[in-house]
């Protein structure tokens, strides 16, 4: 009966489950703890469920989401500036992942 339920729970738990979920701090300034600089930069180190936090400031970039799971959240609406400079593709993007936040 054990092995019944955790076949079951395997199949229907998605994978990324078990994996514990991680924060990436992305901020421009100068700090002693491991963060990001850019958004990008923090997107690309992300694994499915883990957080991408961004402080606040200007990010002149374009950012691309490949990673399914993930959340991206500016620490304050009114200050986490994305600036695309009115250029086309700009801004960010999420391309073929899933459950983006």
């Not at 402080?55 to 799971?69: D, L, Q």
């Amino acid at each position: 009966m054990k092995l019944a339920t955790a076949l079951l729970l395997a199949l229907f738990l998605p994978s990324h489950a078990s994996a514990a979920c991680k924060t990436i701090v992305v901020t421009n300034a100068a700090v002693s703890y491991r963060h990001a600089t850019t958004i990008q930069a923090g997107v690309n180190r992300a694994k499915p469920c883990d957080w991408v936090l961004i402080a606040p400031g200007r990010y002149v970039e374009r950012v691309v989401i490949r990673t399914p799971h993930l959340h991206l959240r500016g620490l304050n609406r009114n200050t986490v500036i994305v600036e695309g400079l009115h250029h086309v593709g700009h801004g960010i993007v999420v391309d073929k992942a899933n459950d983006v936040w």
